[in-house]
């Protein structure tokens, strides 16, 4: 019943951008914290990006400075702005959400990761 839709992965060259979008719907009470996460091929699932209610940020020192995590709390949305884009961030990138359902639950949910893919 609560969802997050991800979109605006795609391919891309060396040093372009790219926009994240994930929109969380249904019956939501409260989301506390939105965030973004990747995976490589034979990696760990890693943090890239998270941002609090109260527009809190906290980013992984690979993406400092290139990144930039935003939301948009009337419409339970959160983007990630990816700039100067490198090889290395080619990933599944998923949207995470830590939020409290219509019942006042917690709930973490994940979205079903966007595929980003730099190339050189």
């Known amino acids: 019943q609560v969802q997050l839709v991800e979109s605006g992965g795609g391919l891309v060259q060396a040093g372009g951008s790219l926009r994240l979008s994930c929109a969380a719907s249904g019956r939501i009470f409260s989301i506390n914290r939105m965030g973004w996460y990747r995976q490589a091929p034979g990696k760990q699932r890693e943090l890239v990006a998270t941002?609090?209610?109260?527009?809190?940020?906290n980013y992984s020192d690979s993406v400092k400075g290139r990144f930039t995590i935003s939301r948009d709390n009337a419409k339970n949305t959160v983007y990630l702005q990816m700039n100067s884009l490198k090889p290395e961030d080619t990933a599944v990138y998923y949207c995470?959400?830590?939020?409290?359902?219509?019942?006042?639950?917690?709930?973490?949910?994940w979205g079903q990761g966007t595929q980003v893919t730099v190339s050189s």
């Open positions: 995470n959400a830590d939020l409290r359902d219509s019942n006042i639950n917690r709930r973490s949910l």
């Open positions: 941002i609090t209610s109260g527009s809190s940020t």
